[in-house]
Structure formats: structure tokens, C-alpha cells
């Protein structure tokens, strides 16, 4: 069982930063690729960066390509989302998501995910 805790959200204006933190509990958070997910009013959750468990390999949806950063940090059970220049686009409440994998499994789709946090408001005005 995992649990995991965001923070870090808030209101910025466009073309401003903010980093996000995932605290994780449990001793086997390394074997977790870990995501981030995000849902505006009225759509679908959609992916938009995850990382597998060693750091190797890391993946980003188009839309935050160049201007969003996952990283994770083991030792503190730890996954981060850097976030700049932000766009209104952007304004959604932001998850972050475990899964099993020990390997280069990275999941897209919310069903590849097994633990999911409670979601952190990101809201960027224009």
C-alpha cells in the first residue's frame, strides 16, 4: 500500500513557475514509476509526465514538452514537477499516480496506475 500526498499547487500567473512535490509513503517506493496526471473541469484526466523508477527513462505528453520537469529523489520517497512558463491552458487539479513496475514499464493511460494522491489546484491566470 502506498499513500501519496501533493503539494505545491496554487494560483500563478502566465509565463510564471511552480514545482510541485508527491510525498510517498512505505519503504518500497523505488519500485514505482511514478506520474503525474491532470484534470480540468469537464475533461477527461489526461497524462502529462511520467518517470520509471530508477530515473532512467522519462516521458511528457506534447502539450508540457520543454516546459514541465518530473524528477524524483528515492531517498525521500520524493517525485517532483517542475513547472514553467506556465499557460492558462494549464489550470487543472494535478494528481500524482504510482505504479508497479521495477523496469522500464511507464504507463500513459490512468489505468496503467495503481496508487493515486488527492490532487493539488494549479491555477494560472492570463
Known amino acids: 500500500q502506498v499513500q501519496l500526498v501533493e503539494s505545491g499547487g496554487g494560483l500563478v500567473q502566465a509565463g510564471g513557475s511552480l514545482r510541485l512535490s508527491c510525498a510517498a509513503s512505505?519503504?518500497?517506493?523505488?519500485?514505482?514509476?511514478m506520474g503525474w496526471f491532470r484534470q480540468a473541469p469537464g475533461n477527461e484526466r489526461e497524462f502529462v509526465a511520467g518517470?520509471?523508477?530508477?530515473?532512467?527513462?522519462?516521458y511528457y505528453a506534447d502539450s508540457v514538452k520543454g516546459r514541465f520537469t518530473i524528477s524524483r529523489d528515492n531517498a525521500k520517497n520524493t517525485v517532483y514537477l517542475q513547472m514553467n512558463s506556465l499557460k492558462p491552458e494549464d489550470t487543472a487539479v494535478y494528481y500524482c499516480?504510482?505504479?508497479?513496475?521495477?523496469?522500464?514499464?511507464?504507463?500513459?493511460?490512468?489505468?496503467?496506475?495503481?496508487?493515486w494522491g488527492q490532487g493539488t489546484q494549479v491555477t494560472v491566470s492570463s
Open positions: 512505505g519503504r518500497t517506493f523505488s519500485s514505482y514509476a
Open positions: 518517470i520509471t523508477w530508477n530515473s532512467g527513462f522519462t
Open positions: 499516480t504510482a505504479a508497479w513496475s521495477s523496469g522500464s514499464y511507464l504507463p500513459t493511460s490512468p489505468l496503467g496506475y495503481n496508487y
